[in-house]
């Protein structure tokens, strides 16, 4: 991080010498700062991030089970952030292995608890500028598929609040989630003036460091900055990019219970725990 000490001087002292020195100082100090931006083509954020599971999604677990997501919360995930000024991509990096956990101690031959399958999260998400859209990465019932949507310009709330994340000075703002009665906290710096971060929003004047809501912590560890220009991925072709409605509807048939008959004849049904 780039920091100058201008120093202070009284612009109130009638010593005309003192006042010029300082204006020109002050002159040569801003045009620095905008060419040390528009210098730096490219910006790239490593965060580390923890899922926090509520205590009402954990009581509903076994002994095992709960222990297990209880692990979970203590080891972090991590993604980057590459910012090129007309797009970033924000992607997941050293993924850990799905986890089977067991199931609970009840049922009988005929209705077992096999377990729940823990998926460790995975982010790609390609936000579009310009356009003021991304496109996500999904995967549903296996399968994946890209979905597009407005990038979210939601009510944000700015605070007098600093503090330091990676050496850089960060303001606090929030904004209210409803939905699940949320508040979901930025701690943005104005030192890296790009309105971007780790979430599907813009309106902040400053990259954002940190991230905090009721279910998850995420900060940055590693700032990267290149004079290039760095080319981000694009989707894969492959892939079908749904509309809200597909999306919609395959994700209400997703979480419905579904039935089938396991490699030992029993009947099983497995269903979406929800957090």
């Known amino acids: ?41 490219s910006v790239r954020i490593t965060y580390e991030s923890k899922k926090i599971y509520p205590v009402s999604f954990l009581q509903n677990l076994s002994g095992s089970q709960k222990v297990a997501f209880e692990e979970a919360q203590k080891r972090p995930f991590y993604a980057t952030l590459t910012n090129n000024g007309d797009e970033s991509l924000y992607r997941s990096i050293n993924r850990k292995k799905d986890e089977i956990l067991p199931g609970k101690d009840t049922g009988n031959e005929y209705a077992k608890d096999e377990g729940i399958l823990m998926q460790t999260p995975n982010f790609w998400r ?22 597009k949507k407005q990038i979210e310009e939601p009510q944000l709330y700015f605070t007098n609040k600093t503090l ?12 209210l989630n409803p939905k699940n009665n949320d508040t979901i906290k930025y701690w943005y710096t104005k030192e890296i003036p790009i309105d971007d971060g780790p979430s599907n929003l813009i309106g902040l004047p400053g990259m954002v460091l940190k991230m905090e809501s009721k279910n998850s912590i995420e900060y940055a560890t590693k700032v990267e900055f290149f004079k290039e220009k760095i080319e981000i991925d694009r989707p894969k072709q492959s892939y079908k990019i749904l509309s809200q409605e597909e999306y919609d509807k395959l994700v209400m048939e997703a979480i419905k219970p579904k039935t089938y008959i396991d490699s030992q004849g029993r009947k099983v049904t497995s269903e979406i725990l929800k957090q």
């Not at 500028?129 to 890209?146: A, M, P, R």
């Not at 330091?164 to 904004?175: Q, S, T």
């Open 126 to 147: 390609l936000k579009n500028f310009k356009e003021k859209k991304n496109i996500s990465l999904i995967n549903i019932s296996d399968k994946e598929y890209y979905f």
């Open 164 to 175: 330091n994340v990676d050496k850089y000075l960060c303001h606090y703002a929030y904004r």
């Open 1 to 41: 991080m780039l920091v100058i000490q201008l120093g202070v001087v009284n612009i109130a002292t009638p010593n005309f010498l003192t006042y010029k020195i300082y204006t020109m100082r002050l002159l040569l100090f801003f045009v620095f700062i905008t060419s040390f931006i528009s210098a730096q083509q």
